[in-house]
């Protein structure tokens, strides 16, 4: 097991430090099982090509079958001498079953055989995201149906602009979501494509079945060109791309989660179990989670980076300068499946604090734009309702009172046109109920949009 990979050709032994430092079996033992499977079914092939015999193949899942049984137990030897996982299990496989071990790897490279590693790995990782994506949506969904009807303040610029319901501002959280979901789904079909067959670039003299191996790895098709194949890293960069996005917007949930938990905002109930305290100020329930991962999505932003310049600028076909790619994409899918995880484990016990959503809406001037849309229905110009009511606001402020507690005398000496019917508009109620066309904040035109998001992820 000790001996040099391909160490006919070498006068020198590697130098030790070196050994260590091209290693990549300290952290690319992670696709060990996608390893075997690739292995399992190119000897399949393999056999039915007439390459090897019936009993070399028997051997070699036999062996193969003990490797991973050894893998999973935890007893497995790995050693740098052998560099990488994939040399790491044919040595074994050599050791355990002998000259049937050495044959395996006809008509194959490590450099095909990375590729398809890497794409079997996150084939079955997009899947598990993809999981936990929809349990995190079922629970916005959820929490947005029983809060279809709650008023908070909608901002912009994080001022009180108009109200909204609770339940609204969910789904909205909940489409962003849709996309990132989508975006998995779509680069899943760029990675579910097989390199195998393309050896270490320019294919191979054997006159392998590769539609045969793509059927038994569950690939769509095998790659069209052995150059690309065992170069490009695209697909990883891709779902770091749509991994960075999901992160970017777990982030903005965090942010807003941590907003509203505060003593300031105080509009929402973080379980404690989701919470931690401080060391010091025995008061102190800090938001831990959605500040842990608002923190996280930077580094899977940062992953996304280094996978970017590790592919530029590389000449066709396979450098080494690839076995860089798996370290940001383990974290990135460590980072990701663990904060939707996180996410979608907080997010129903998450209690929303109605009656002060309704009053910080109602301090904020929220039903203003309603006033001037009022103003513009009975016939005014929208300039000049923008202008009264900017008066109106003023009074409501120097005298602390909100629109609705306004008189009609002192609104009607802003414009005469103000009649008694304005209270239907001021009230926060009147003026969600008021929003519903598609896409709009009614309660129940939210309760439609859930209706129908419920539809979408079922399918
Ligand atoms: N450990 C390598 C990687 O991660 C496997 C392929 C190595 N191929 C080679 N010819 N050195 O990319």
């Given amino acids: 097991n000790s001996e040099k990979l391909s160490s006919a050709r070498f006068a020198e032994a590697t130098d030790a430090f070196v050994e260590e430092f091209t290693a990549s079996v300290g952290f690319d033992q992670r696709m060990a099982l996608q390893d075997i499977q690739g292995s399992l079914a ?92 929809r349990r995190l949506q079922t629970a916005l969904l959820d929490l947005a149906e029983r809060e279809a009807a709650t008023i908070m303040p909608g901002f912009t610029h994080l001022q009180v602009a108009q109200p909204v319901t609770f339940g609204h501002h969910l789904m909205a959280w909940f489409e962003m979501l849709s996309r990132d979901a989508e975006r998995f789904q779509d680069c899943r079909k760029r990675i579910n494509v097989m390199p195998l067959g393309a050896a270490a670039l320019a294919g191979t003299s054997y ?45 903005r949930f965090s942010e807003e989660l941590v907003l509203w938990a505060s003593a300031q905002f105080d509009f929402i109930d973080i379980p404690d179990a989701f919470c931690t305290g401080s060391s010091i100020m025995p008061q102190k329930k800090n938001p831990d989670v959605p500040e842990l991962v608002r923190g996280k999505s930077g580094r899977v932003a940062g992953h ?55 009053q910080s809406a109602k301090r904020g001037f929220a039903t203003a734009t309603d006033l001037a849309d009022y103003l513009v229905r009975k016939g005014m110009a929208f300039r000049d ?75």
């Fill in 42 to 133: 190119h000897a399949t092939m393999l056999h039915k090509i007439g390459i090897l015999t019936e009993q070399e193949l028997a051997d070699i899942r036999s062996g193969l079958a003990q490797i991973r049984g050894e893998i999973e137990r935890g007893e497995f030897v790995w050693s740098i001498k052998q560099e990488d996982v994939h040399m790491n299990i044919e040595a074994r496989l050599t050791d355990l079953i002998g000259i049937a071990g050495k044959k395996l790897h006809t008509g194959r490279s490590r450099n095909d055989q990375v590729a398809t590693d890497i794409r079997l790995y996150l084939r079955d990782e997009v899947d598990v995201i993809l999981g936990q994506l």
């Fill in 207 to 251: 006159p392998l079945d590769r539609f045969l191996t793509a059927e038994l790895l569950g690939f769509s098709r095998p790659s069209n060109n052995s150059l690309d194949s065992v170069s490009d890293r695209d697909f990883a960069i891709e779902f770091t791309a749509a991994a960075s996005l999901v992160m970017l917007h777990l982030s």
């Fill in 304 to 358: 996304l980076m280094a996978l970017l310049m590790l592919m530029k600028s590389q000449p066709l076909a396979y450098n080494k300068d690839n076995q860089e790619d798996k370290e940001p994409l383990f974290d990135t899918v460590d980072t990701v499946v663990n904060s939707l995880r996180a996410f979608a484990d907080m997010m129903p016990r998450v209690q929303a604090k109605r009656e002060n959503m309704y």
């Fill in 385 to 459: 309702a923008h202008e009264v009511v900017g008066l109106a606001v003023r009074l409501g402020l120097r005298t602390g009172r909100d629109l609705s507690e306004l008189t009609l005398t002192e609104l009607q000496s802003f414009s005469a046109t103000i009649a008694e019917d304005v209270f239907d508009i001021l009230g926060l109620e009147g003026s969600v109920a008021l929003r519903k066309h598609i896409g709009g904040t009614a309660p129940e035109t939210v309760r439609q949009a859930i209706c129908d998001a419920r539809r979408q992820i079922l399918s």
